[in-house]
């Protein structure tokens, strides 16, 4: 059994708000990324814009970790508490055992989903200056230490999410670039 970054919000309930503006809202057949969008890399798919709560892990494809430099990814195992939540690993059993992982929440208490995600990270935690968000915080982690995992954590109005893969040197700047497509691909979800 996986153990998601996030694993006590499975118990929380999730409520969900859904601000109407931008895409169809229509996710792409189960197992796919995006319509045939691929990264200039050969990583595979790409993300794609979202409103549907229950296509979250669409906002990122394997192409997009490809394309700032964090090899490996492959389609996600996805998993769910429900619509407005998703678990999306892309290597790998989890972010925290040395995979990559997205994890991203469209909920009413947006602060305290930030703050639960935050207490299970691993590692020391600083600030990061992200133009445009409430809250965003990551650590580089430690190469060659699953457990010591690189990650993200931010929180912009109602949407929290957590990128995470493997330690290293500038892997928050890596993770970061990722920040930006999230939002972007997700501003349908913010409210």
């Known amino acids: 059994m ?9 118990t929380a309930a999730l409520a969900v708000v859904l601000a109407a503006c931008g895409a169809s809202g229509q996710s792409p057949a189960a197992g796919t990324s995006g319509p045939g969008a691929t990264s200039g890399g050969g990583g595979g798919a790409t993300g794609m814009p979202v409103t549907d709560l229950t296509a979250l892990c669409d906002l990122l494809g394997p192409g997009d970790f490809d394309a700032v430099g964090i090899p490996g990814a492959k389609a996600p195992t996805k998993n769910s508490d429900g619509p407005g939540s998703a678990y999306c690993v892309y290597s790998g059993t989890s972010g925290a055992t040395g995979g990559i992982e997205f994890d991203v929440f469209v909920d009413e208490d947006a602060e305290g989903t930030f703050d639960v995600i935050e207490e299970e990270a691993s590692g020391t935690l600083t600030p990061l200056p992200i133009p445009g968000v409430d809250e965003a915080v990551g650590t580089d ?3 060659g230490q699953a457990g010591a995992y690189a990650t993200v954590i931010v ?37």
Do not use: C, D, E, Y
């Open 2 to 10: 996986r153990r998601p970054i996030a694993s006590s919000l499975a």
């Open 141 to 143: 982690g430690t190469a």
């Open 155 to 191: 929180r912009k109005g109602n949407l929290v999410f957590t990128i995470a893969a493997p330690g290293g040197v500038g892997m928050t700047a890596k993770l970061t670039a990722l920040v930006g497509v999230v939002l972007a691909r997700g501003a349908g979800l913010i409210g």
